[in-house]
């Protein structure tokens, strides 16, 4: 019996029968699956013979392939007859045909977005009782030494690798190891264990500065191969502004362990802000404006819980007044004045008059809330994070911000601070903000002022 080989390498299956269906079309084929080491699924088709249903299908490709890109079903069978490859997500990359004196061939070559691959040949004896183990290969794992900690999951250790040459490619582990003998499902297990993979490659993604996610997940029944899940390449890059030391894995699953959860996550943003600030960007004007996509976010989970400025009920006895205020005579009198004196016309005064009144009347609910500038500093106050040490401040941040968002870019003017220091002090408060809110204190790595190891307490 043959197993797929370890995906630090490649997974290969050839000659594999089966189906590849696109809504009533259905075609039979012979298909190579071959697994590339950064993850990309490949397909390669032998040519299927020209018929009437092959040219349709091919007729059919070409009318939709400038519009969104069609997604077929792939049923295949490998020679031996012991893997079962399903996958709803195969695209055809190409599709041509070529002509002989003798014969007509449709050519098709393609990729799928994932694949699911279970072992159906001979019954091999296990060597691991009902022990259960989850393997997530991940994208671009570095680590110095095997890492591990007690989940709701069961024991989960992570694998990286030291040296890593290009951090798109499939490297190191993350695994999940139970008993198997408490009676839930494999399904449901495996699903906790695909929320607590993503939970801890989360911290970890913090910890090395870049994306790291899982690109395929090996389930062993009893120390056998039982399934192979596939997901394709992951976008990822190299780190950037790790927080800790990138072959540190420790602190990073101790963060998952003892601090993170989804309530937490769900509470504070903490989740999508992270993710936000992990991501690769080839520009600093996209890196910035990413990390401040962060701030806004935790900003406004936080605005949310912390309340307005003045309790709802005591707000409506304030606004009560400005609209009584906007509607009086002696307001309308006293803009029709200054529009005058502007120089607005008079046969445009009143009606001019009428729209500002309107408008701000239709604003007063804004007021109770909070400036952009104001929610950040309340958020770090309530937080216990120091920033006073940070420059630029949060308001020459805030000023940034708006100037790229919008007008395209930075203003100019004198004495104005190098754009990678912006960038460096908008990024050290996201990580004081991210370790205060998980509640770590310890060693960090502050790049305000270039690669430093520094500690934090609230």
């Known amino acids: 019996m043959t197993l797929p080989v370890p995906l630090e390498s490649l997974a290969e299956w050839s000659a594999c029968c089966g189906t590849l269906r696109c809504g009533e079309r259905v075609l039979d084929v012979i298909c190579d699956v071959s697994v590339a080491p950064d993850g990309t699924i490949g397909l390669a088709f032998n040519d299927v013979p020209m018929t009437e249903e092959t040219w349709e299908f091919y007729a059919d490709w070409l009318q939709h392939r400038g519009q969104t890109v069609p997604r077929y079903q792939l049923d ?21 045909h070529s002509s002989t004196s003798g014969s007509s061939v449709v050519q098709l070559e393609g990729e799928a977005a994932r694949m699911s691959v279970t072992y159906t040949g001979p019954a091999v004896p296990g060597t691991g009782g009902e022990t259960r183990l989850a393997r997530y290969r991940t994208v671009g794992l570095r680590g ?22 290009d951090h798109r490619h499939l490297a190191g582990a993350l695994q999940v190891k139970h008993p198997g003998d408490d009676g839930e499902s494999l399904e449901a297990w495996l699903t906790r264990c695909d929320e607590r993979a993503q939970d801890i490659l989360r911290m970890v993604s913090l910890g090395a500065g870049r994306m790291v996610s899982w690109s395929a997940r090996e389930t062993y029944l009893g120390g056998t191969l039982h399934h192979l899940e596939l997901r394709g390449r992951r976008h ?115 009606s001019t008059v009428s729209s500002a009144l309107a408008q ?40 940034v911000r708006n100037d790229i968002a919008h007008r ?41 002022d270039g690669p430093e190891r520094r500690n934090f307490s609230r």
Request: glycine share 6%; net charge negative; hydrophobic share 40%.
């Open 360 to 399: 701000l009347e239709a604003n007063l609910g804004k007021p109770n809330g909070r400036s952009f500038r104001d929610s950040i500093v309340r958020l770090l106050s309530d937080y216990s994070v120091r920033h006073d040490d940070i420059t630029p401040a949060v308001a020459a941040l805030v000023k």
């Open 236 to 350: 990822s890059g190299p780190p950037f502004d790790p927080l800790f030391d990138h072959l540190e894995l420790g602190r990073a699953l101790q963060l998952a362990a003892r601090h993170y959860s989804r309530e937490l996550a769900s509470r504070t943003g903490l989740d999508v802000a992270v993710d936000w600030y992990v991501m690769p960007h080839s520009y600093s004007e996209a890196r910035f404006m990413a990390s401040m996509t962060a701030l806004e976010h935790l900003v406004s989970k936080h605005a949310t819980a912390a309340g307005a400025v003045l309790p709802w009920k005591v707000y409506r006895v304030a606004r009560s007044a400005m609209e009584s205020a906007l509607k009086s005579q002696e307001m309308r009198q006293e803009l029709a004045d200054a529009l005058r004196a502007h120089g607005v016309s008079d046969d445009k005064v009143e």
């Open 144 to 165: 110095l030494l095997a890492e591990s900690a007690d989940f709701d999951v069961g024991r989960v250790t992570l694998h990286g690798v030291r040296e890593v040459s």
């Open 408 to 448: 395209g870019l930075r203003q100019d003017g004198e004495d104005q601070v190098p754009f990678r220091r912006v960038v460096s002090a908008l990024r050290e408060l996201l990580r004081r903000l991210f370790v205060s809110i998980l509640e770590y204190e310890g060693e960090y790595t502050s790049h305000l």
């Open 76 to 96: 295949l069978r490998d020679a031996q007859g012991h893997h079962h490859l399903l996958t709803d997500h195969a695209i055809l990359s190409s599709v041509g």
